[in-house]
């Protein structure tokens, strides 16, 4: 059996260990102030145990409902539970629910001391002025809350997709229904849709531009393209999860910059960073845990569902952090990805069905796969194709007579194939994983060097910009 | 074909022309303080045309990804689409999402004229006191939102339930777990856990009592017996969505008697009201539009996911509109069958998988349905029945040597059919219909008119009390 069901006795002891000292830290959080960070990686803790322990326990349950896949890139195509994701995702959400609590414990400890208490039989002029409640901070409740929607909504629509197999036009749009409960909440709580201009267009600009509606627009394009940028950058083990991984640690990276001691605080964008912080840390913690069930032999697939949900989840930390440029500089790869398969996506290049790079049983390696020409192409896109296959962009194949019969798929995991040849299902993972570091790291020194040659500050270092 | 998947043409032009009217009306109603109850209406009615059409459409395609069952209460036995609870649920869930704005427009406008408006470098020290903010009712916006998340969670686990075949034991608790995100915010938000003590103990207990966690117990007992009752009293067509449909428009009814011109404004229990009214009204049209299609002779099953979405509306709106007490006063049939049927549940007589009415082939009616003692029963145990049965709570069939050998399952619907006899699905239905309007109506009686026996007043009609 290639599913084995239930834990081995060291896996169950570690687990345990995980989550029973993850349960006592946290329940030492509700002291003073409370700790909501400790808390939040105390569950973080636990969301991975509970995470892992429930993978490897359903995946029977799921092979038996049906959601089951066959790994074509293994020799024995062996078949293997589906839609993991969506238990990872269910845990995730639950985790970040029981964190509320801790999250704004402070905050609750302040209401209810020193005549915070509401009564029942209180006037209620008194309740409509507020007057008793200012001191909780019942914009960032709104704010985290819509995010949990969002969530929540990308995780249905997302399991709907993997049950039902929505078409690829319809599929794209699921997280621009996904978002609308995030963008709705930002129009009614906050509103800010004003943002810094650069400095060598302030002259023209002033310092601030309101969008508008348009920065609607914007923070819905990000939240469309996040997931399926993710989406797209799939085909073998343990790279979607892998890649989501890179992403959330470099973005807690950079959120780590803006706390104390780094960042002097009160700044005014740390509790923007923390409500991120809060997101990704439990977002490790499952993806972890799928990633140890998904990595290279693959004992399970986590379905769309997985990479709706986190490109949902860096969406959201942008979006409500107000970070969504600096979110984009950590998906080059995507983004590089997305624009060079844009000429099959809008079909000026014939798209099959899979554009996974093409297992050889032989030798045990991934190689290119391609389209095959049947009707050669048009002069102009020969000669483009040539042009690429100069440039190693691509790689075609002529038939005697200088015809193209076939082009390599255009996805980054054939272009890589093209420029380090065949190699193992891991490797390939590796390398990935890799150019998604390197690429990640370099943004980010982008956005904080580099960045002032456009912008007047770092708004890590100054104080008057949120 | 039995599940014709096109909408026919009378069809498809009432559902636009009800949608269109829908979304003209929704329009006009941004003018002015905005007018959220007529937009819920209009909403209401774009929910309907899009949930029926919707159902309609996805047949084929719900049936493709085995999400199917067969009717067994059918000569033919047909298979029909199963879990189409979901798309209500999912179309609802979007439509209270749209309606955010218009049930906070009058706040955002009133929130952003006048120096409401926060700018992106405002120093921060104004923000922390929300001197700008306090015009917007966040605390509404939050108890919203966590409705939502209830709401929503439910659903996720709802068809988790309907994929998985989760085992009786532990899906009684699904509510729990989907009730959580309201308790959390309910306690992180309000926090209001007193109850006005009846007349008679105010001597003993003080006017009211603090039931502090006992409340949050008790809440969470609300959220897991509305949907599990529901979820009980199934198993002929539509008698899901319409004992919901009924206990739905009884709460509509009961929550309008609070409105202007009725009772005067402002009442303090009126807000309450018109937030329970924003989230039945949509519940009523995408019920309505899954009843169009479950009513006898169903073309759709509604699926465990449905009568979970139901219930918990119904705990949602019981709970943060503050009238738990008067919803299980509507639930009085749902009551009786999870009480009558306790002897199976805890196993003291045997309980066979399904319990639902047995359908007679050759008469085209339904009879009761049967637990056959295959061991007798215990002397005290068939007491008991032989008592239940003089006193026609229970038919029981015995042997020539005087042992039981069947008695009828211990359901409303078997019980009524002890009573009337064996009759047709439809007309069980109405019978059904006509008991829980009746008892509803008794409820909301005994509510308005006895309760006053008990306590000092009704709060319709005086202002101290919320």
Not at 204 to 211: E, Q, T, V, W
Request: hydrophobic share 50%; proline share 6%; charged share 10%.
């Amino acid at each position: 059996m290639h599913t084995p069901n239930v834990l081995t006795w060291t896996e169950t002891w570690r687990l345990l260990l995980l989550a029973g000292a993850g349960l006592g830290v946290l329940v030492n959080t509700f002291q003073g102030d409370g700790a909501p960070l400790i808390a939040s990686i105390a569950l973080t803790c636990i969301s991975f145990a509970v995470a892992f322990s429930m993978i490897r326990w359903l995946g029977p349950v799921f092979i038996k409902a049906g959601l089951k896949g066959k790994d074509m890139a293994k020799p024995k195509k062996p078949e293997i539970p589906e839609t993991m994701g969506a238990v990872c995702a269910v845990v995730y959400l639950l985790s970040l629910i029981i964190f509320i609590p801790f999250a704004f414990y402070k905050d609750i400890v302040a209401a209810t001391s020193g005549g915070g208490n509401r009564d029942v039989v209180i006037g209620d002029q008194h309740i409509e002025t507020g007057r008793y409640l200012h001191r909780f901070p019942h914009g960032k409740l709104a704010s985290y809350l819509s995010g949990l929607l969002s969530l929540q909504s990308v995780v249905i629509l997302g399991i709907g997709d993997d049950l039902l197999d929505i078409r690829w036009r319809h599929k794209v749009l699921i997280p621009a229904f996904a978002s609308i409960p995030m963008l709705i909440v930002y129009f009614v709580d906050f509103g800010v849709t004003k943002v810094v201009v650069p400095v060598p267009l302030q002259g023209y600009l002033g310092d601030f531009i309101d969008l508008g509606w348009l920065y609607y627009m914007y923070m819905a394009a990000v939240a469309i393209f996040c997931p399926n940028a993710i989406n797209m950058l799939a085909g073998i083990n343990g790279i979607e999860v892998a890649q989501s991984l890179v992403i959330a640690v470099l973005l807690l990276f950079n959120d780590a910059m803006y706390l104390a001691p780094i960042t002097p605080y009160p700044h005014p964008a740390t509790d923007s960073h923390l409500f991120s912080i809060y997101f990704l840390l439990p977002f490790i913690g499952v993806s972890a845990a799928l990633l140890c069930h998904n990595w290279y032999p693959s004992k399970v697939f986590v379905g769309d569902t997985y990479c709706y949900f986190a490109g949902m989840v860096f969406a959201v930390v942008g979006i409500l952090g107000h970070f969504s440029k600096t979110l984009l500089l950590l998906f080059v790869p995507q983004i590089f990805n997305f624009l060079y398969s844009t000429p099959q996506l809008f079909h000026f290049i014939p798209c099959p069905r899979h554009r996974l790079p093409k297992f050889n049983a032989a030798t045990g390696l991934l190689n290119t796969s391609v389209t095959e020409w049947t009707i050669p192409p048009s002069p102009f896109i020969a000669w483009i194709l040539d042009l690429l296959h100069t440039l190693r962009l691509v790689r075609v194949t002529k038939d005697k007579d200088g015809q193209i019969i076939e082009s390599t798929n255009l996805t980054i995991l054939n272009l890589w194939l093209v420029w380090m040849g065949p190699m193992r299902e891991d490797t390939l993972a590796w390398h990935m994983v890799g150019v998604q570091v390197l690429c990640g790291l370099l943004g980010l020194f982008i956005r904080h060097r580099l960045a002032l040659l456009v912008f007047n500050s770092d708004n890590r270092t100054l104080q008057f910009m949120v």
